[in-house]
């Protein structure tokens, strides 16, 4: 037998033990007494068929990037950058956690010594802590860039996020003390003149780098309106009157104009276009379709420069016709 003839017949081998192991799903032991051998000589036969490429292996990652995709939507948007990525599932608590582990890997490069970074409260950016490594950078400044929301579990959950973000970093936690949204207009006008909110305030707007969410109008869709102390009433009529979404406690359409009401009268936040205009980049984290009229009129409504979002978005995104 020629030795060309005899490597053959052990492909052929190998790809039988290799079918009946990975697409058969018989365990080694079971192999072996079909094929008459012993289980160690299953075990090697089935190394050797990974060895020589008669069985390719490939582990479909969630969070993995589309570099295609990236592309095309930040040229479309006018983004300094995308990051789609591929999630295989379109349960929320699947795709907030690829998006969150792929915009962790991403923030590493914009967080360096000697910077300010804002943060706003919400669930990808709390799930992003998960897959953040922590870093040793001189001079940060984390800053909370809106008050606290909800009941007192809430409240300390948004403080948490921005003792942990600085903790991660090495840096120093500047918190907002103060609701994010106010009983009456009076009641966050008595916040706004102490000195202490100003300053923290001031310092939001200036950060180098801001990082939020973008909220839906539904609960399921928004910790704001899941957790706030709303009417329902207010939320209803901003809806009737447009309102897709919100960042940062500020509403908009799906133009990303922003909707005036009774809202801001009591909102203690600071302002994310004021930031965005300084030329500080403000990177945003969502996903999911059930956000994709909010995320579109953030796009729209130029709130961002970087966005970390999935593919089923990204690709809906795409799909929508251009503005004439």
Known sequence: ????????????????????????????????????????????????ARELGVVEIRIRR????????????AKRFGLHNALVVRTYSDVSEGVIKAVAQAA?????????????????????????????????????????????????????????????????????PIYLFAPAFAKNSETRNAFLS?????????????????????????????????????????????VRRGAVGAICGTFFDKDGEVIRGGLDQKRIAVDVKRIRSRGSRVIAMAGGMEKKEAILGALRGK???????????GKWLLSVPRRG
């Open 1 to 48: 037998m020629s030795p060309r003839v005899a490597k053959e017949e052990d492909f052929e081998r190998l790809a039988k033990i290799a079918e009946l192991y990975y697409l058969e799903d018989l365990n080694q032991k079971k192999i072996a007494e079909l094929l008459g051998i012993s289980s160690q000589k299953v075990y090697r036969l089935l190394k050797r």
């Open 62 to 73: 969630s969070g993995e990037v589309d570099t295609e995709l990236s592309h095309s939507l």
């Open 104 to 172: 962790a890997s991403f923030l590493k490069d914009y967080f360096v010594p000697y910077t300010s970074v804002g943060i706003a409260y919400g669930r990808t950016l709390h799930e992003v802590l998960e897959y953040l490594p922590r870093l040793d950078l001189k001079g940060i400044r984390v800053v909370q860039m809106m008050g606290g929301y909800g009941g007192r579990r809430w409240k300390t959950v948004a403080i948490e996020l921005v003792k942990e973000f600085a903790s991660r970093l090495g840096g120093e």
């Open 194 to 238: 102490e000195e202490e909110v100003q300053e923290v305030l001031r310092m939001a707007e200036e950060v180098d780098v801001a990082l939020v969410g973008i909220g839906g109008m539904r609960r399921e869709t928004s910790l704001l309106i899941e957790t706030g102390n709303f009417e329902e009433e207010e939320i209803e009529a901003l």
């Open 303 to 313: 709130w961002l420069t970087d966005l970390v979002t999935d593919a089923q978005v």
